[in-house]
């Protein structure tokens, strides 16, 4: 079975503009989360979807949000890029949205903010 | 959730068992220990999850103190591989999904 899948790996932007990632989940999972990571801040949670509705946010200004498509696939778009922005963004998948399922990483995109 | 504390750093000789130790005083009831690691340039991998037993599986071992308010992961013969860090994280399986990660602990494997 497949991972999860982001795209892109790599993506450069300039202040000021806005971005969209993608994330695709193990096929048959239906939960997608996602998480930026930092060196200063660390793993922190961003949002979480569940057919495709979403669940649950973290502590995040308005300019990040995401969506779910009716296939499980997910997109996150950052809006008004700023310097800070840059970092790690990872998307996770889970079977369902019981908090003992496990879940799965993708490997990320690197967003860099110039 | 409540909050776990772990050593920043530990090395370790390859070949040799790793005890990777977690604190976490203000455990609940409904709290479950999860245990992930994330390799160089990875996203983040399950490792293995109690509530209050010892459990294995082919990765590793966990055993939980008898009052559930530390917990240790056990690598039984820790390779180049293992070298990540690892996150000990509580998650309340009546509360929201999103896993909680603390700062970790980065195992460096020693050959």
């Known amino acids: 079975k497949a991972g999860v899948t982001q795209t892109p790996r790599y993506l450069i932007k300039t202040r000021g503009q806005q971005v969209t990632l993608s994330c695709s989940p193990i096929?048959?999972?239906?939960?997608v989360s996602w998480y930026q990571q930092t060196p200063g801040q660390g793993l922190q949670f961003l949002f979480e979807?569940?057919?495709?509705?979403?669940?649950n946010k973290g502590n995040f200004p308005g300019r990040f949000s995401g969506r779910q498509f009716s296939n499980s696939r997910s997109e996150m778009n950052v809006s008004t890029l700023e310097l800070g922005d840059s970092a790690l963004y990872l998307c996770a998948s889970s079977t369902t949205i019981s908090r003992t399922d496990t879940q799965y990483f993708g490997p990320g995109t690197r967003l860099t903010v110039l | 959730d409540a909050k776990t504390t772990q050593p920043n750093s530990m090395e370790s000789n390859e070949e040799e068992p790793v005890h990777l130790p977690c604190n976490h005083s203000?455990?609940?009831?409904?709290?479950?220990i999860h245990w992930y690691r994330q390799l160089p340039s990875q996203g983040p991998e399950y490792v293995i999850h109690g509530l209050t037993s010892n459990v294995n599986n082919r990765m590793a071992s966990l055993a939980i103190a008898e009052d559930r308010k530390s917990s240790t992961l056990i690598l039984h013969r820790a390779t180049l591989r293992d070298a990540a860090v690892y996150y000990c994280?509580?998650?309340?399986?009546?509360?929201?999904?999103?896993?909680?990660f603390g700062t970790g602990t980065r195992l460096t494997v020693i050959p």
């Open positions: 096929s048959g999972h239906r939960s």
């Open positions: 994280i509580l998650r309340d399986y009546t509360g929201a999904n999103n896993l909680f």
């Open positions: 979807y569940f057919s495709e509705t979403q669940r």
């Open positions: 203000t455990i609940s009831g409904t709290d479950y």
